[in-house]
């Protein structure tokens, strides 16, 4: 489903990724994990076509990103690392917003906006203004929005940073639910934690993929 291959990249100076490759599948979770500054924000943007390389090759969803028209993007879903929500509208209107950029109106956005808010149990805060939400709340609105045009990849840039346990482990849980039922989930952390749960688990550190494989053989965790 995501196809990474032989991906670099730099800055002016600072090469941030080295030929990197990997696949991330379909029902499964795969972590991203590295601590600050090993690439991660880097390998978003070249996955969201914000930055471009000619060292490397993405393939999503049978397509090459280098070439894919732009609709062909909206296979993917992303949640950024930065907040991205205007805090002065409602949870509804940003998904409004969203699904407008999208081609979507009327009953058939209506009828979206609401299975995502369910799909993320916010739909009972719908009518209120993002400002009034807390951080857990405000990062499921963003996962809730990520979802509405209904792609096939999920990439989630360190969605949890910031938040309480408890916060931390409910985002977790929905992403981890949305997995099962088929979506390709990639996942940033920093967090060892939160790669024990997942199914396949990339190392990356300084640019460079050390490991991957699944958690279980990474962590020696018992499945
Ligand atoms: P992570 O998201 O894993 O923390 P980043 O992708 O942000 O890592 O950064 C990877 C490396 O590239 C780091 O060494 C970082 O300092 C460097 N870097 C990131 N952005 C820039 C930039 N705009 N200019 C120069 N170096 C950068
Ligand atoms: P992250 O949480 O992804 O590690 P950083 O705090 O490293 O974020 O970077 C925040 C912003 O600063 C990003 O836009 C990144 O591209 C930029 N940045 C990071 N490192 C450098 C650097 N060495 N030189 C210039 N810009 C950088």
Redesign the pocket.
């Known amino acids: 489903m995501l196809s990474v291959s032989d991906l670099s990249f730099s ?1 002016d100076t ?1 090469q941030a990724l080295k030929d990197v490759s990997f696949r991330a599948e379909p029902g499964r979770f795969t972590a991203l994990l590295g601590p ?2 090993a690439g ?3 390998l978003f ?1 070249l996955l969201t076509r914000l930055f471009t390389t000619r060292d490397g090759q993405i393939e999503i969803a049978g397509h090459d990103l280098a070439k894919a028209p732009r609709e062909a993007l909206a296979v993917m879903g992303v949640v950024f ?1 930065q907040p991205t929500l205007d805090l002065e509208l409602t949870i509804r209107q940003n998904l409004s917003y969203f699904a407008a950029l999208h081609g979507l109106s009327g009953k058939d956005a209506a009828m979206r906006i609401d299975a995502a808010l369910d799909r993320l149990d916010i739909r009972a805060r719908a009518g209120e203004k993002a400002r009034s939400l807390n951080g857990g709340h405000r990062r499921r609105t963003e996962l809730a929005r990520a979802l509405i045009h209904q792609p096939k990849v999920l990439l989630c ?2 969605p949890t ?1 910031g938040l309480d346990a408890q916060a931390r482990a409910a985002i977790t849980a929905h992403v981890h639910d949305l997995a099962e039922d088929g979506l390709t989930v990639l996942w940033a952390t920093h967090l060892t934690d939160e790669v024990r749960e997942s199914d396949d688990v990339l190392l990356l550190h300084q640019g460079v993929l050390r490991a991957s494989g699944t958690a279980r053989d990474l962590t020696g965790a018992q499945a």
Do not use: H, R
Request: net charge neutral.
């Open positions: 800055y600072k600050n500054g991660k924000s880097t943007a690392q840039d360190e940073v």
